[in-house]
């Protein structure tokens, strides 16, 4: 089983920047992909972000594209999502989130999941 931990939200200005950090422990997480969601008051969770640990492939939601990338540390299995020029419409709680396989962008498919960390974009 993977244990997940998100850290790295904070407070910014519109334009600004912010990694966001995602620590796994416990088993290796070679085989798994890895996501990052989030989810504003009054919305649904949504996709951001997923990467094949194993190959470095990735996906990103056309919202964020061009501006979010992901990253990872193998040594210390630990996924980067660094997001920059910042806009009001990505404050949100960010989830980083695991599952055994190939990546995808639903929700459902993802088994293990962080304690999310907040980000708000100041206007």
């Known amino acids: 089983q993977v244990r997940l931990v998100e850290s790295g939200g904070g407070l910014v200005e519109t334009g600004g920047s912010l990694k966001l950090s995602c620590a796994a422990s416990?088993?290796?997480?070679?085989?798994?992909?890895m996501a990052w969601f989030r989810q504003a008051p009054g919305m649904e969770r949504e996709f951001v972000a997923a990467?094949?640990?194993?190959?470095?492939?990735?996906n990103y939601a056309d919202s964020v594209k061009g501006r979010f990338a992901l990253s990872r540390d193998n040594a210390k299995k630990t996924l980067f999502l660094q997001m920059n020029s910042l806009l009001p419409e990505d404050t949100a709680v960010y989830y980083c989130?695991?599952?055994?396989?190939?990546?995808?962008?639903?929700?459902?498919?993802?088994?293990?999941w962080g304690q999310g960390t907040q980000v708000t974009v100041s206007s």
């Open positions: 989130a695991a599952r055994r396989g190939a990546r995808s962008i639903f929700e459902r498919e993802y088994d293990t």
């Open positions: 416990g088993r290796t997480v070679s085989a798994y992909a």
């Open positions: 990467i094949n640990w194993m190959t470095g492939d990735t």
